[in-house]
T-cell receptor, first 117, second 109 residues
Framework: GAVVSQHPSRVICKSGTSVKIECRSL??????MFWYRQFPKKSLMLMAT?????????EQGVEKDKFLINHASLTLSTLTVTSAHPEDSSFYIC?????????????FGNGTRLTVT | GQNIDQPTEMTATEGAIVQINCTYQ??????LFWYQQHAGEAPTFLSY??LDGLEEKGRFSSFLSRSKGYSYLLLKELQMKDSASYLC??????????WGAGTKLIIKP
């Protein structure tokens, strides 16, 4: 079945540095990818929708300059957390819509655990 | 506003049956999904309902009543590996997924 690969799975960085997270669709093309953030014991929070060949659509309250999204090709979307701070520590998950009908579920990457020290 | 409600936590015994409820109020409805999420991992798809009734998939079944804005996930013959969070998500009129906070299911021997 469809697979989404997300890398890295864990990253620890110092305050002020930037971190890039990659999300690849391995056996299908994804013109759209979704980036979520999840706090402990909380639900998924949609941060932005990544669109191949155009600007990402950010949800209300998400800083565009803080969370840079680039959808460079039909199989790759990246999220860069710029000038990271401890409050950015979280679990970030990307996903791509399934192919076909509305019944197709999202395919998720395995997530990235970001810790900012 | 849009809202999805699920119990925060449930406990059940290995081998037993458990029902996890989900109620929703959304702007439109284009299907309801159930996902399983183990701690520190990404969600995995369990089931999809768009019409009223019961969908059965092995040990797991999902029910939907659109008129009541209600769904449940039924897990039978519980196994220890079923300990996880179960997320209910609804596609609204814009086909955007609205997520519930998830139900943490604890299975005891």
């Amino acid at each position: 079945g469809a697979v989404v690969s997300q890398h890295p799975s864990r990253v620890i960085c110092k305050s002020g540095t930037s971190v890039k997270i990659e999300c690849r669709s391995l056996d299908f093309q994804a013109t759209t990818m979704f980036w979520y953030r999840q706090f402990p014991k909380k639900s998924l929070m949609l941060m932005a929708t990544s669109n191949e060949g155009s600007k990402a659509t950010y949800e209300q309250g998400v800083e565009k300059d803080k969370f840079l999204i680039n959808h460079a090709s039909l199989t790759l979307s990246t999220l860069t957390v710029t000038s990271a701070h401890p409050e950015d520590s979280s679990f970030y998950i990307c996903s791509a819509p399934g192919q076909g009908s509305d019944a197709s579920p999202l395919h998720f990457g395995n997530g990235t655990r970001l810790t900012v020290t | 506003g849009q809202n999805i409600d699920q119990p925060t936590e449930m406990t059940a015994t290995e081998g037993a049956i458990v029902q996890i409820n989900c109620t929703y109020q959304t702007s439109g409805f284009n299907g309801l999904f159930w996902y399983q999420q183990h701690a520190g991992e990404a969600p995995t798809f369990l089931s999809y309902n768009v019409l009223d009734g019961l969908e059965e998939k092995g040990r797991f079944s999902s029910f939907l009543s659109r008129s009541k804005g209600y769904s449940y996930l039924l897990l039978k013959e519980l196994q220890m590996k079923d300990s996880a969070s179960y997320l209910c998500a609804v596609k609204d009129s814009n086909y955007q997924l609205i997520w519930g906070a998830g139900t943490k299911l604890i299975i005891k021997p």
